[in-house]
């Protein structure tokens, strides 16, 4: 597919993110993407079959965005305090910014009988991000700023938390020194004493 077909996959998925983060997965129809992009049905269907698709596209493209941010910066020797910060000063944003958060969405599709089975399922979400933080975890531990952890155990720590706090953020207000406090513990959890000030 060529550089305008490119172009208006990006165009469907920056539309179609923002109709999930409002409505939830399974309260988004095709016909509901063609009236926010201005796309015919035939224009929307050249270049996707279903809302499950879309939603799976956008979900690998966070993803892959995370995980070639954290590749990249390990593989030019940035120091993993400097990621760990720049990411848990991210994440702190995102868990009050309950109008662009997918936590809904990402429930209700995943536990969808059909996906909850698939190789598409949570679980390998789960997995690769796993992949990806314990990866930087270790890179901090090797590099002696990060306290010697286990990493799996942090990752949990982090995702779960994360997550649930973006969940609730939908359901209720959440006061903004909630992930404050939980991007606190991390950094106490990891940062050796010297490099938290």
Excluded at 102 to 129: D, R, T
């Amino acid at each position: 597919m060529g550089t305008k077909g490119e172009k208006t996959k990006h165009f469907i998925c920056e539309a179609a993110f923002r109709l999930f983060a409002e409505k939830g997965f399974k309260d988004v129809t095709m016909k509901d993407i063609c009236e926010k992009t201005g796309l015919s049905r035939g224009g929307l269907y050249r270049h996707y079959d279903s809302t499950s698709q879309i939603f799976l596209e956008l979900i690998h493209t966070l993803m892959a965005d995370q995980q070639n941010e954290f590749e990249e910066k390990i593989k030019a020797k940035v120091p993993a305090r400097e990621i760990l910060l720049h990411v848990l000063n991210r994440y702190e944003k995102e868990m009050l910014d309950r109008e662009h958060s997918l936590s809904i969405a990402i429930y209700e599709f995943f536990s969808g009988p059909s996906v909850s089975k698939s190789s598409n399922s949570i679980q390998q979400q789960y997995e690769a991000s796993k992949e990806m933080w314990t990866a930087l975890i270790r890179y901090g531990i090797q590099t002696g700023e990060f306290s010697p952890v286990s990493p799996e155990a942090v990752y949990d720590l982090i995702v779960f938390s994360y997550q649930g706090v973006r969940m609730y953020s939908r359901l209720m207000e959440i006061e903004e020194t909630i992930p404050k406090h939980i991007t606190s513990q991390i950094k106490s959890l990891l940062l050796k004493e010297r490099e938290k000030k």
